[in-house]
């Protein structure tokens, strides 16, 4: 079974929201208000809505029990900072890094977690890594309007 959790955040008041939340339970519902919207449009693209839906919920489950061991801030490879979730497999982990103000993908990195037959690679491998540099709208001509 895959474990969706936030591990990252650059928004300060998420940060503030977090530590408040080890005190106070509920004031880890901001970090719910902020990001579910973005966490469910990312993953309703990817499984459809009606998984969607409950991925997207249990992601905040998960963020909410490990909340202890948040990470801060996060950059991708180019030095822009984010917000991250990561979703861990048994074999694999994939970490999607998040624009904080337009919760658009920045990137994407698939990791392994541990020895695989298919593989002849050590745990930590990069398996896969998608780096968005720039995201925009084409019309049917492949043409920028």
Known sequence: MAMLSIVATADASDARAIAASLED???????FDRHFTAIHRFLRARVGPELAEELASETFVQAFSSRRGYAGEVTDELGR??????????DERRRLVFDPTTSQVLDEQDV??????YL???PGYVTG??????????DGDTVRP
Not at 25 to 31: D, N, S, T
Not at 112 to 117: E, F, K, M
Request: aromatic share 8%; hydrophobic share 45%; charged share 25%.
């Open 25 to 31: 339970p509920y004031a880890f519902e901001a970090i």
């Open 81 to 90: 900072h984010g917000s991250a979730i990561e979703l861990t497999e048994p």
């Open 112 to 117: 392994l977690t541990r020895r695989v037959a």
């Open 120 to 122: 002849d690679a050590d």
């Open 129 to 138: 890594y998608r780096l968005v540099l720039e995201q925009g709208i084409v």
